[in-house]
């Protein structure tokens, strides 16, 4: 829920609920890479400030959970939220789960791991997955937009999980191409499976950028997390897949605009802020993001903040 005192400043509605609690602090990961210390003071600061309402759940690996402890224990015992974590799968399932359970036994109120993201390309890995993890947890299943994708969504739709897909890195090839994003994107929302995306979704519009914060970095062309977002709503809304491919392609944040009814890109397409909420709750989730001031600066540098 967006705070109240939010509707006051000077941001359209329309973009409050297109990004209220969207982004996933990923600052452990690279580009950024953080030291745990680091990113749970960040994300302690981020989740007292101005544009608190963007932020979503702290991402750390099950393998650092009990560093993430060592370090933020004093902070969410004294917190007036609740931190919530997503946590990365990076060993035996089952003896993860059993780690977690006991860390929400232990910490909740003040902190609770409700989400698992897990990566796969394995419907049989889904289907025991499903059957392993109780159901008080979210699943997100990161998969390849690959030859196999409508079928390993059906079957994550089957097991009502979710999706997940990985929309860049610190190469070039790690970023999918915009036909598969797309695919991806049509293929969840007409199966009714909620996603979320990760990596290479540093910047609001589509744009070549250094692809890491080191000197000499190499350059790439990464996707805009307001692309994504926008081009979810519209394709929820059945606007063409050649339409799809132009929002997801947007470069000139001037064919954005953000209003108290809704959102229009290049002035003909419209979008009501009741599609945006279904889209929220029911298609595209979050994405992750090992930084969180630069989505917030560059949004006000386009004047959306």
Request: hydrophobic share 40%.
């Amino acid at each position: 829920m967006i705070p109240e005192e939010t509707f006051s400043a000077n941001v359209k509605k329309s973009l409050l609920i297109l990004l209220s609690n969207a982004i996933d602090y990923a600052g452990l990961f690279p580009p950024a890479k953080l030291s745990m210390k680091d990113a749970v003071k960040n994300y302690a600061e981020y989740k007292s400030g101005r544009y608190s309402w963007m932020l979503g759940r702290f991402i750390v690996p099950a393998s650092r959970l009990d560093e993430f402890v060592e370090n933020a224990e004093r902070y969410f015992r004294s917190s007036s939220f609740s931190w919530q974590l997503s946590v990365i799968v990076d060993g035996v399932l089952e003896e993860i789960i059993e780690s977690v359970e006991n860390f929400n036994k232990t910490y909740m109120p003040y902190a609770q791991c409700d989400t698992f993201e897990l990566k796969t390309n394995s419907i049989w890995f889904i289907e025991e997955a499903s059957e392993i993890i109780p159901a008080s947890f979210t699943n997100y299943f990161e998969i390849l937009p690959d030859e196999d994708l409508a079928e390993l969504v059906s079957t994550i739709a089957l097991r009502k999980q979710r999706a997940k897909i990985r929309t860049g890195g610190i190469t070039e090839d790690a970023f999918p191409r915009t036909e598969d994003l797309a695919r991806f994107i049509r293929t969840c929302l007409a199966a009714n499976v909620p996603f979320k995306a990760t990596a290479g979704l540093h910047h609001p519009l589509r744009c070549k950028k250094p692809l890491t914060y080191e000197p000499n970095s190499p350059v790439g062309v990464m996707f805009g997390f307001l692309n994504v977002f926008v081009g979810a709503a519209f394709a929820r809304n059945s606007i063409s897949l050649q339409l799809l491919h132009q929002i997801l392609e947007e470069e000139n944040p001037q064919n954005f605009s953000f209003t108290e009814e809704g959102i229009y890109w290049r002035e003909n397409h419209f979008v009501g802020n009741w599609h945006l909420e279904q889209l929220r709750q029911k298609g595209i989730i979050s994405f992750g993001s090992c930084s969180f001031e630069e989505p917030v600066a560059e949004l006000i540098e386009i004047g959306l903040l």
